[in-house]
């Protein structure tokens, strides 16, 4: 009897009503943090936005601190939901490559593995070695532990299957690329878990190395001769033999003494090195790189730098994400850095090839052939905060970088930018990534209508199969619900049209009427999002 009674509301109310009042609907609205009416999604989607975008950046409405506490709910939640489903969401999240950052799962990790109960707890455990992949995580794992209650059976457990997880040589390298973070090292941990029997004690255990970086007096095991290597390399007192230790023993940046970091024989060495320059390293080195001289136009250096950032197989193995890939962009091609007193000249081929990274980095998308309508929202909200905490990416810019991940796979699609009114933006599929992200840069703030760009399709009659909106959800100033707006644009134009919602901040809220089968909810900057969505607009009609 209800269903029917808001069903007979549709034609007739829904349409009428102020963002500013609640839609009649089976599932309550929520007010968002502008004051407007959105749907609440349940606390499994908050913590897989929570995992992606995470909330250092807070957003105009809500700080970093009320998200994150709020995202930090929503995981309890989870947890006390189902412990082991929210743990292999977090497992899910973090070993695919989804998110740019893995800092939200190690802390959710750490919520599970010291408030969740048994069979939360065991899961927990045995997912340590996959979601805590480097040292770094490591310690940033033992500090979020630390203070969440100390070091119980169970956590000690967990840091052992760490140690005790692979051969020497990995231990080795995770040694010497991150010795101590977050106020932990590698001599502290093993001791809280009795466990230093499976450290390799490398200060207690010198090794004499020759010039080529081979123990004196025979060879050992491999993660002992990396370690020497390494010891030697911080020691080194000429380039040729750091270069010579570098290529012997595969060895990272980070145990080259600084002294050396100018030349460009150096990098060079790093450059053809696997451990020394994976692809995260290459992104955090092409202006340092380019400043000493080895990337110029035309290098051979350059031309080894593209063929890597354009190869798909690569970006996988690498789990490189869009977002990294997007910052490193919109760094190098700026040519100075925020920070420091770092100036280069842009190589124009590395630009282009960071270009193409970014595409590449998602998932494989494919092409509809369905008339698209993509939606960015520009106002105040969604220049505030920055994604995931990357440095100069704020929703905005990062929404208008996914609308081009969809608008390059498809033939017929239009882009548009919104606030409280459509602002005129021309992109073209052609336009290179940087170009877009000046654009929309340069667009004026206003308030939030999401409604907007379904309301000018419906004024202007044009044929639209999918609507993809890329929003913080924070809409408060339209005169209609954006789920209203596409039910009209149903009504009058005949076309059973699906609506897509990005969230672009890691707030609670959707616009996407959670009852509507034509309606989907996805994370921002989730590298499986553009063909998600593709698959969702291509699926048979489901009209609400």
């Known amino acids: 009897m209800i269903r029917a009674l808001l069903d007979a509301l549709k034609p007739t109310a829904r349409h009428s009503l102020p963002q500013s009042m609640a839609l009649p609907s089976r599932v309550p609205q929520v007010a968002n943090s502008a004051g407007g009416y959105v749907w609440a999604i349940d606390a499994f989607a908050r913590l897989e936005r929570f995992l992606i975008l995470g909330s250092e950046g807070g957003s105009y409405y809500a700080s970093p601190k009320a998200l994150t506490a709020e995202s930090c709910t929503s995981a309890l939640e989870a947890l006390s939901a189902d412990g082991p489903r929210a743990v292999a969401l977090v497992v ?7 998110a740019p950052r893995n800092d939200a799962a190690i802390l959710c ?4 593995l010291k408030m969740g109960d048994g069979p939360t707890r065991d899961a927990a455990v045995a997912a340590v070695p996959r979601i805590c992949r480097t040292g770094a995580h490591l310690f940033a794992f033992a500090a979020a532990v630390d203070s969440l209650g100390g070091w119980g059976r169970a956590t000690r457990r967990a840091f052992s299957q760490w140690y005790c997880r692979g051969d020497l040589a990995t231990l080795a390298l995770q040694a010497i690329k991150y010795p101590q ?3 932990w090292s590698h001599r502290d941990l093993p001791l809280l878990i009795n466990q ?3 450290v390799v004690r490398w200060e207690m255990r010198p090794l004499r190395l020759d010039l080529q970086g081979r123990p004196a007096g025979g060879g050992g095991p491999a993660g002992l001769e990396r370690l020497a290597a390494a010891a030697a390399l911080s020691r080194a007192g000429s380039l040729d033999e750091a270069v010579a230790l570098i290529r012997a023993h595969d060895l990272p940046r980070e145990c080259v003494p600084t002294a050396l ?5 150096l990098w060079a060495a790093l450059l053809e090195a696997g451990a020394g320059m994976p692809l995260t390293a290459l992104l955090r080195n092409l202006a340092k790189m380019t400043v000493v001289g080895l990337l110029s136009p035309g290098s051979p250096a350059a031309a080894q730098v593209c063929a890597r950032l354009m190869d798909p197989a690569a970006l996988r193995r690498a789990r490189l994400h869009p977002l ?4 490193a962009l919109n760094t190098y091609r700026r040519g100075e850095g925020l920070r420091g007193k770092l100036r280069w000249e842009p190589v124009p081929e590395i630009v282009q090839a960071l270009d193409k990274a970014f ?3 998602f998932d494989a998308i494919p092409a509809t052939g369905l008339r698209w309508k993509l939606a960015v929202d520009v106002s105040g909200s969604m220049a505030w905060s920055e994604i995931a ?6 929703p905005r810019v990062g929404a208008a970088a996914m609308a081009m991940a969809t608008l390059r796979s498809e033939r017929d699609a239009q882009v548009v930018a919104f606030s409280d009114r459509l602002v005129p933006v021309s992109i073209g599929r052609q336009r290179s990534l940087d170009e877009v992200i000046d654009r929309f840069s340069q667009i004026p703030m206003g308030a939030t209508d999401c409604a907007a760009p379904i309301v000018q399709a419906i004024d202007r009659r044009e044929a639209v199969d999918c609507f993809v909106v890329y929003t913080d959800s924070e809409t408060w100033f339209g005169g209609e619900h954006p789920a209203a707006a596409l039910w009209r644009y149903r009504q009058q134009s005949g076309i059973d049209a699906k609506l897509v919602v990005v969230g672009m901040v890691s707030n609670g809220f959707s616009i996407a009427d959670p009852t509507d089968p034509g309606m989907l909810d996805v994370v921002g900057f989730d590298t499986q999002a553009p063909a998600l969505i593709a698959d969702f607009a291509r699926g048979p009609a489901r009209r609400a």
């Not at 990790?109 to 599970?112: D, F, G, N």
């Not at 970091?261 to 024989?265: K, R, T």
């Not at 990294?324 to 910052?327: A, F, G, K, S």
């Open 92 to 98: 899910a999240v973090s070993t695919s490559g989804r």
């Open 109 to 112: 990790l750490a919520i599970a």
């Open 181 to 183: 973070r977050e106020g």
């Open 196 to 198: 230093w029997a499976n």
């Open 261 to 265: 970091l100018s030349q460009p024989a």
């Open 324 to 327: 990294t890939v997007l910052v």
């Open 359 to 361: 595409i590449l980095a």
């Open 389 to 394: 905490g990357m440095t100069g990416i704020t």
